[in-house]
């Protein structure tokens, strides 16, 4: 399998494409990596490729394996602004964990 080398710099200018964080994953699994990758960085839900989203991205993760072939465990972090548009995709998508972060309940601080 051959990995082109992907710099900090390429990752934070323009969303990585699907097939190429597949890979990453993959490599990652199979060089003895944790089977458990956290989707956290900006706003995850925003993610999309075409007409692909985030859910078609935890289904393309959740079809890898580890080292024992069990299926890797993916999780992913969001505000959750958008988690009802995605609930039900989701859950078909068999996402292992969600987590939500919000910096306040302050709706006036939120919307900053």
């Given at each position: 399998?051959?990995f ?10 323009s969303?990585m494409?699907?097939q ?6 993959r490599?990652w699994?199979?060089?003895g990596?944790?089977?458990s ?9 925003l993610?999309n490729?075409?007409?692909?989203r ?6 393309s993760?959740?079809e890898l394996?580890?080292?024992?072939g069990?299926p890797?465990?993916?999780g992913?972090?969001?505000n959750?602004?958008?988690?009802g548009k995605y609930?039900v995709?989701?859950?078909k ?20």
């Amino acid at each position: 399998m051959t990995f082109q080398h992907i710099s900090v710099k390429q990752v934070c200018q323009s969303n990585m494409p699907l097939q190429k964080a597949i890979e990453l994953s993959r490599a990652w699994i199979k060089l003895g990596g944790n089977a458990s990758i956290d989707i956290a960085a900006l706003e995850p839900l925003l993610w999309n490729e075409g007409n692909l989203r985030i859910p078609d991205f935890v289904a393309s993760l959740k079809e890898l394996e580890d080292y024992f072939g069990m299926p890797i465990q993916v999780g992913l972090t969001t505000n959750g602004l958008l988690l009802g548009k995605y609930a039900v995709d989701f859950k078909k998508s068999a996402v292992n964990k969600i987590r939500v972060s919000w910096n306040s309940c302050d709706k006036d601080v939120f919307a900053s």
